[in-house]
């Protein structure tokens, strides 16, 4: 295995000069007919599964996956609607789709990098022209909350590429009300350091992690009358960071203090807060 490049462009670039330098047969990774028709067999199986399916969604890259998919469903049923999902920092299918033409469009980093093409291929275009009926796109933002859910709600590991659909519906851009939508998860290979970053923001998001920053006297007791108060109303302190260099701590004999701590919900960390101001000590909550 060669791992070359920042992305997949530069990778596939050096695997078509290897290809060429040593006379091997390159295999594209989405403009192929042979490989856009072995992805369609996973449409095939969604019909099986699901016959009354009537909307999809599909993570879209370069266009093989969907081109796949819409191909074997529209053959099999055409009333129902194929909509595909990009990343809002690349969204060269849509583009191209609404140019008529390959465009090279990229905006900006994404964490969904197995989508992170810089443009289709003709061949996945023209089978996105005839099969494909919206092109939508998200935010990182909704995609990272979206394999948050089917984490905890599923027990479903993708990596950020795969919750993309899920995404389009959470954000609004899919109208699924009364529909029999199937959603295409695609690819599993999370990076562990990202899925940790990726709970933990979406814990704040939801509001059941909360970091408090204090401003308090040096005392004896003073943490522990803190800690205290928020076990009393079913907080758990996550993580307690005390900092005394700290350039905006108050006069000498104060200490800065953050606390990160696990509630319920927004209603608990209210509580949690109001239960704080009983102490009197100076604090404020991050966001």
Known sequence: MVLYGQDYSEARAKAGEIAAKEDMTFIEA???PYVIAGQGTIGLEMLQDFPEMDTVLVPVGG??????IATAVKSLKPDVRVIGVQSENADSMKVSLE???IVEHTTGFTIADGIAVKYPGDLTL???RKYVDEIVTVSDETIALALFKLLERKK??????GAAGLAAVMEGKVD??????????SGGNANLLLLSKIIYKSLEIEERLV???FKIPDRPGTLWRISNAISSVGGNIYHAEVDNLARDTPP????????TVNVRDSEHAAALVEKLKTLGFSFQVVS
């Open 30 to 32: 989405f403009n192929d």
């Open 63 to 68: 266009g093989g996956l969907i081109s796949g």
């Open 99 to 101: 140019k008529g033409i």
């Open 126 to 128: 023209q089978v996105c």
């Open 156 to 161: 479903t590991l993708v990596e950020p590429s």
């Open 176 to 185: 699924v009300s009364g529909r029999n939508v199937g959603i295409v998860l």
């Open 211 to 213: 970091r408090i920053d």
């Open 252 to 259: 000498v004999g104060y200490q800065s203090v953050r606390f």
